[in-house]
Nanobody, 121 residues
Framework: QVQLVESGGGLVQAGGSLRLSCAAS????????MGWFRQAPGKEREFVAA????????YYADSVKGRFSISRDNAKNTVYLQMNNLKPEDTAVYYC??????????????WGQGTQVTVSS
């Protein structure tokens, strides 16, 4: 059984930064790509970023390119999302997930419980 636990969310002013972490249980973390998604109230869950199993390839939604950075530490079974220059429209619950590294929720099989990010204007 794989468990993913996100942390690092909170309340920040526009222009500020946050770093999300996602700690994974199990011995197969380095075998899989990881992704971050977010879901705002009343909206569908949307892709934010993904990283390949080795960390050599990263992918971003257009809305966060140049502001967010995804990384991973396979020795610590942890994936990170560094979020800079945050905007009010980034407000959402952020989820990490294990999967193929694609852009769609159906390409991921395990999900964390989510962490709230709120950006005030």
């Amino acid at each position: 059984q794989v468990q993913l636990v996100e942390s690092g969310g909170g309340l920040v002013q526009a222009g500020g930064s946050l770093r999300l972490s996602c700690a994974a249980s199990g011995r197969t973390f380095s075998d899989y790509a990881m992704g971050w998604f977010r879901q705002a109230p009343g909206k569908e869950r949307e892709f934010v970023a993904a990283i390949s199993w080795s960390g050599s390839r990263t992918y971003y939604a257009d809305s966060v390119k140049g502001r967010f950075s995804i990384s991973r530490d396979n020795a610590k079974n942890t994936v990170y999302l560094q979020m800079n220059n945050l905007k009010p429209e980034d407000t959402a619950v952020y989820y990490c997930a294990r999967g193929s590294g694609g852009y769609h929720t159906g390409q991921y099989d395990y999900w964390g419980q989510g962490t709230q990010v709120t950006v005030s204007s």
